[in-house]
């Protein structure tokens, strides 16, 4: 994710003609570019075989089992401004709270999708994570399609 981090904003930059201004980018965003620019081949050769490895692992747990269901989050939905860009060591501490059940898809690469189902008693939406085995997306469009054929998904909107 680093890597697509720093060639996107290379290539924005080449197509602007102009080099990177301190306002550009949202704090959180900075760090994590910074820290991506400054990642070795032999680091990032590192952390493709640990996702390699993740996604092996992640892949077997469907060989009996044609879904993983799960909590999109760790913690109830959270007021506006919890993620705060601004402030990147509360993106780090908070962000491990809220993903701590989509992570292990997003690295591996296996098909995962968040289904709104709901709202809590704060009027805020839930839902629940579902995810099938490599290459099967269109199990999770047709359990989504019956989940909202089954429980129509509100459409909220606020003028605030």
Do not use: K
């Amino acid at each position: 994710m680093g890597v697509s981090l720093v060639g996107a904003v290379d290539d924005r930059l080449a197509r602007l003609g102009r080099d990177l201004r301190e306002d550009d980018l949202e704090p959180f965003t900075r760090v994590l570019l910074d820290h991506y620019r400054a990642t070795t081949g032999p680091r990032l050769h590192e952390a493709l075989e640990a996702v390699q490895l993740i996604a092996w692992e992640v892949g077997s747990v469907f060989d009996g089992v044609d879904v993983l269901l799960s909590p999109v989050m760790c913690v109830p939905t959270p007021e506006t401004g919890f993620w705060d860009t601004q402030r990147p060591e509360t993106m780090y501490e908070r962000g491990v709270l809220s993903s701590a059940f989509t992570t292990v898809f997003n690295l591996s690469g296996m098909p995962a999708m968040a289904v709104p189902h709901g709202t809590d008693s704060r009027g805020l939406p839930i839902g629940f994570q579902v995810a099938a085995p490599l290459g099967r997306e269109d199990v999770l469009l047709s359990l989504a399609a019956q989940v909202e054929r089954a429980a129509p998904w509100p459409l909220l909107a606020s003028l605030a």
